[in-house]
């Protein structure tokens, strides 16, 4: 019966970035569990990649090049979805990024790099939930899952745009759950911590395993297996009773607060 609700047969989902790293974790553990995928990103290949794993667990598959900055692209996304496979149940708006203006001086982020930074992480998933929401509203049943990150909820130097824009997808997640409640639609938040995108397989991969895993309590990083799990859950009935939730998945992480765990100040406190 418990096993039961984890179950996603007969539902259908959409991973954005579901080419790679967790999103194709997140992917491929949903079709395990039941589910027809909708994979998008914007390169076809490692997508279609991915589609082709699906189908191999017996589930139906599209892979729809799609960059969720370009609101034209995610409505056709979400179209398509509906008129092939009938339906759409779940909603994963993973696709994001760090890079734009990371680093550097406020003074020298540009107006193009701030605008990318937001518009690939809050403005694509704001895009994505829209598409789908009228959707789900009328079907009176939806789950959408956001994926954010730590730095949303803590401050670091010079990361403006990465972590003001994180710090979005948890607030947009939060407004999210508490109108669409009353639609039986669950939105959550998934904070994830430092993971490999693959399972480690180099020494060099097992060197970053360490060397990060020294300032997170469980000792290591994550495995992009580990994402999927969870997404199964927040997706499926068994999370029935929770919206609004941001869920961490960082090995302990952010227990800590501010400064990472195990971190020895030079100054006495």
């Known amino acids: 019966m418990v096993l039961d609700k984890l179950r ?9 970035g579901g080419g790679t790293g967790l999103g194709k974790g997140m992917a491929l553990a949903m079709a395990e569990a039941g589910a027809d995928i909708v994979v ?3 390169r ?14 017996g589930r139906r598959a599209l892979a729809v090049p799609t960059d969720v900055i370009v609101s034209s692209q995610v409505d056709a996304l979400v179209a398509r979805a509906i008129k092939e496979l009938g339906h759409v149940d779940v ?13 550097k001086a406020i003074w020298e982020i540009t107006d193009a790099e701030w605008s990318l930074g937001m518009d690939t992480n809050v403005t694509g998933t704001f895009y994505c939930s829209r598409a789908v929401a009228r ?4 079907r009176k049943s939806g789950a959408i899952i956001n994926i954010a990150s730590g730095s949303g909820m803590r401050g670091q130097p010079n990361s403006f745009t ?10 947009l997640t939060k407004s999210l759950a508490i109108t669409l409640a009353d639609h039986n ?9 430092y993971f490999l995108h693959h399972d480690p397989v180099t020494a060099e991969d097992w060197q970053l395993v360490r060397d990060r895993g020294r300032f997170i309590p469980v000792g290591r990083t994550g495995y992009a297996s580990e994402m999927g799990p969870l997404a199964v859950f927040l997706a499926s009935e068994a999370s029935s009773y929770m919206t609004g939730d941001v ?9 800590n607060g501010i400064a990472p765990i195990q971190l020895v100040p030079t100054v006495p406190l």
Do not use: S
């Open 44 to 57: 076809l290949e490692p997508i279609q990649a991915v589609a082709d794993q699906v189908r191999a667990l």
């Open 185 to 193: 639609i669950r939105v959550h938040c998934i904070v994830p911590g």
């Open 135 to 138: 959707h789900m509203v009328d």
């Open 8 to 16: 996603l047969d007969g539902k259908v989902a959409i991973i954005t």
């Open 40 to 42: 998008a990103g914007r």
């Open 91 to 103: 909603l994963v708006n993973n696709a994001g990024g760090g890079g734009a203006g990371r680093g």
């Open 162 to 171: 990465y972590n003001a824009a994180k710090a979005g997808v948890i607030m």
């Open 247 to 255: 869920v961490c998945i960082d090995g302990g992480g952010l227990v």
